[in-house]
């Protein structure tokens, strides 16, 4: 089946929609070595079609899962001091899947999984400003003290952005951050007094983790990756 070649560009991960109309316009595009100076072009997919004399490959289907990790589990493919990864966990199938971030060791809840590389690290980069929502169980905290991590601070040179905060009850707290540093909650509330008991995560960007069991994986329907990979592509 055609389909415009803006689409197509699109569907490569090149630019957005409109991002490719404008690099037909611009004249680097080209499909069978024949430059394209029309958006109002359609193709099959199976041609010869350069970018800026790069050829371009429409892309394996961009699938995402959504994980509840359990704790004590290793964000990793392997742990060389023999401790349980989430892949032990993961029924094989899913094997080749790429996480996106990491939940460290003792931290549970959502943990999203493609098949796509480079749309797992554009997840991950902070300037892309996807926000991690989790609940961080402490033994207590003070409002005064909560406003400066909402400020965002310095602890031992690093720089923490600021994160949005609200209690839920008196031992647990809902922080949200865009950043992804290793360990921010845990370093910036222990900062302010109120070391982590437990943190568990419940949404990453528009997928939240709902009432998913421990241990189980969900695919995420195709209307929210769109969601997300047009936000991505907004941001490039």
């Known amino acids: 089946m055609k389909i415009r070649l803006a689409k197509f560009i699109a569907d490569c991960g090149i630019a957005s929609r409109r991002g490719a109309e404008d690099l037909i316009n611009q004249g680097v595009v ?35 899962y959504m994980f509840h990790k359990p704790i004590n589990t290793m964000t990793t493919t392997s742990d060389p001091l023999g401790r349980r990864t989430i892949y032990d ?11 996106i ?55 031992d040179g690093i720089k923490y952005r600021p994160m949005k905060i609200e209690a839920v009850n008196e031992h647990n707290l809902k922080v949200t951050v865009e950043e992804g540093k290793k360990n921010e909650i845990r370093i910036v509330l222990k900062h302010i007094g109120s070391p982590v008991k437990a943190l568990h995560r419940v949404s990453y960007g528009p997928v939240k983790l709902g009432n998913l069991g421990v241990g189980k994986i969900l695919e995420v329907d195709k209307k929210t990756i769109d969601l997300v990979l047009k936000k991505l592509l907004e941001s490039k």
Not at 44 to 63: A, L, Q, R, S, Y
Not at 89 to 99: C, E, F, P, S
């Open 30 to 64: 080209s499909v069978n070595g024949q430059v394209v100076d029309s958006p109002v072009f359609f193709v099959e997919g199976d041609e010869k079609i350069c970018v800026n004399g790069k050829d371009i490959k429409k892309k394996d289907e961009t699938k995402l």
């Open 89 to 99: 966990v993961l029924d094989k199938k899913y094997k080749n899947l790429k996480y």
């Open 101 to 155: 971030g990491r939940l460290d060791f003792k931290t549970t809840g959502l943990l999203l999984l493609t098949n796509d590389g480079e749309f797992a690290r554009q997840m991950s980069l902070p300037k892309n400003h996807i926000p991690r929502t989790y609940i961080a169980t402490v033994e207590s905290f003070a409002e005064k003290k909560l406003d400066i991590a909402r400020q965002g601070v310095i602890i």
